[in-house]
């Protein structure tokens, strides 16, 4: 890719005992565009670009800005939401799955909330992903 990187942000926590546990580095780019790559082999799982049209149905005009650089970027303590500033002062948030499918399983849910009680993680993240 010729597009210069903007941001890099990388999670900060995984409790899951799957061998290699999932963990992302999500880099921005100039030209508007977010790719999530996996941390074991930097792989794309997934990229999105902020200067597509977001409604679905919807004139792609209406909702697309023309020059849109995303200056910061971070990943919650779970991983499960990821928040970038553009150099406007935008703020865009993004909805991370650990295991990479459409949504997370109950088990997994559960022993995320527990590890929030008692370690007073902040679980707003979490909820995100329900």
Not at 109 to 114: K, N, P, Q, R, W
């Amino acid at each position: 890719c010729s597009s210069p990187i903007t941001a890099i942000g990388t999670t900060k926590v995984s409790l899951v005992t799957t061998l290699p546990p999932p963990s992302f580095v999500v880099v921005t780019l100039a030209d508007s565009s977010v790719h999530c790559l996996s941390r074991e082999g930097l792989k794309e799982i997934a990229s999105s670009s902020l200067s597509r049209g977001w409604g679905l149905g919807e004139p792609s005009a209406k909702y697309s800005r023309q020059s849109v650089t995303i200056s910061h970027v971070d990943l919650s303590w779970l991983g499960f939401a990821m928040m970038g500033v553009d150099t406007d002062g935008s703020v865009y948030l993004y909805r991370l799955l650990p295991d990479g499918g459409p949504s997370i399983t109950l088990n997994y849910a559960c022993t995320m909330l527990e590890y929030c009680l008692v370690t007073g993680f902040d679980w707003l993240d979490l909820l995100l992903c329900l």
